[in-house]
C-alpha cells in the first residue's frame, strides 16, 4: 500500500511540475512577446546624450492610450499631461545641480541639493507649447522662450519665422520642449537659433515625448553635445498629437 501511494505521489509530483514547467514556459513566450522590437534597439548608435525614459507598465500604458484612435480628446489631454510630466521630472533631472545645507525646523543640518542658478524653458511652437505647463508645475518662476518654425510648402525646407528668449539666455541651461520628432528638421533650426543665440549645444536639454530613428540620427549627427531625453524611439511618430491635444483635429 504505501509503496503504491509512493509511486502515485511521485506521478502526481511530476505532473504538477511538467505543468508548472509548461505554464512557465508560456508566460515567458508571453512576456517576450509582448516586448515592443523598440525596447531591444542598440541606443549605442544614437550616442551617450540620447536617452530614453525607463520603460514601465505605467509608461506603456500612456504611450498606448496618446496611440490609440478611440481616446477622447479629453483622456488624450489628460494622459499627455501625465506622460509630459514623467519626461519633465527626467529632464530636470540632467540639469546642473551643487551641494547645499539648510536648516531644518529642530535646528539639525541637512546636506542636499540645489538647481544651480540660470534655467530656462523654450517651447516650439505650437505642439511644444503643451509641455509648457509641465514645465511651470516643476519649476512655478521659470522663464519660458518661444520658438516658431514652418515649414515651406513647396520645399518643405524649415525656417524660424518667430524666436524671443529672455535676454541672458546665453548664460542659462535651456530646456527645448517639443513633444513629436519625425524628421528632426524642425529641431535642427531651433538648436540653430539657440546657437545663434550664445547658447552652448551642451547646455540644451531637448525634452520629447516621440521621436523616430531617422530623426534621431538626424539631429543626433548634427548636434552630438546636445542632450536628449525621449519617451519612445519608434519608426512611426503620432503626428496627430498636437491637432488632438489642443482641440483641432
Request: hydrophobic share 35%; charged share 25%.
Amino acid at each position: 500500500m504505501c509503496t503504491g501511494s509512493s509511486s502515485n505521489a511521485a506521478a502526481d509530483s511530476s505532473g504538477k511540475q511538467e505543468e508548472s514547467s509548461s505554464t512557465n514556459s508560456t508566460t515567458e513566450q508571453h512576456q517576450d512577446a509582448m516586448v515592443p522590437k523598440e525596447d531591444i534597439i542598440d541606443l549605442s548608435e544614437y550616442g551617450v546624450n540620447f536617452k530614453i525614459l525607463e520603460r514601465n507598465s505605467q509608461v506603456a500604458e500612456l504611450l498606448t492610450i496618446i496611440r490609440d484612435k478611440n481616446t477622447t480628446r479629453s483622456d488624450f489631454k489628460f494622459y499627455a499631461d501625465r506622460l509630459i510630466r514623467l519626461v519633465i521630472e527626467e529632464s530636470l533631472n540632467q540639469l546642473p545641480y551643487s551641494d547645499c545645507c539648510v536648516e531644518t525646523p529642530t535646528g539639525a543640518i541637512y546636506e542636499g541639493l540645489k538647481y544651480r542658478s540660470g534655467n530656462c524653458g523654450v517651447s516650439i511652437i505650437r505642439s511644444g507649447e503643451a509641455m509648457e505647463q509641465g514645465l511651470r508645475d516643476c519649476c512655478r518662476s521659470i522663464r519660458i522662450g518661444k520658438i516658431l518654425v514652418e515649414s515651406d510648402a513647396d520645399t518643405h525646407v524649415a525656417r524660424v519665422v518667430y524666436a524671443r528668449f529672455p535676454d541672458d539666455i546665453a548664460r542659462r541651461q535651456v530646456l527645448l520642449m517639443y513633444p513629436i520628432m519625425s524628421t528632426g528638421n524642425t529641431v535642427l533650426q531651433a538648436v540653430n537659433v539657440l546657437k545663434e543665440h550664445g547658447v552652448r549645444e551642451s547646455s540644451i536639454i531637448l525634452s520629447n515625448l516621440f521621436c523616430t530613428p531617422v530623426a534621431a540620427k538626424t539631429v543626433v549627427g548634427a548636434f552630438p553635445r546636445l542632450q536628449i531625453l525621449t519617451s519612445e524611439l519608434h519608426s512611426v511618430a503620432p503626428n496627430h498629437f498636437g491637432q488632438k491635444y489642443f482641440g483641432t483635429d
